[in-house]
């Protein structure tokens, strides 16, 4: 899967599940700016999980790190990679 590709699928279910236009969701957009709790971290991390068909391990630890989208998605990917 492409960079590209899981951008699409982390921003588009970021806006759905946060109720937003995806238009109003891109890797540049920070965490904090949404008030994006752990909880609806794991909701996401959950829903991509079910969209990429691989299991994403990701703790409170790693939200914590985390400041924009696209550290999201990089940890995600990462964790793709070694899945």
Do not use: Y
């Not at 985390?66 to 070694?82: C, F, P, Q, Y």
């Amino acid at each position: 899967m492409s960079r590209e590709e899981l951008d699409q699928i982390v921003c588009g279910t970021v806006a759905e599940i946060l109720g937003l236009p995806a238009s109003d969701i891109t890797p540049e957009v920070k965490l904090d700016e949404h008030d994006i709790d752990s909880l609806e971290w794991a909701e996401i991390a959950v829903t991509v999980e079910d969209k990429v068909g691989k299991k994403i391990d990701l703790g409170v630890e790693d939200f914590r790190e985390l400041t924009t989208i696209g550290d999201a998605i990089s940890v995600i990917e990462r964790e793709m990679a070694n899945a």
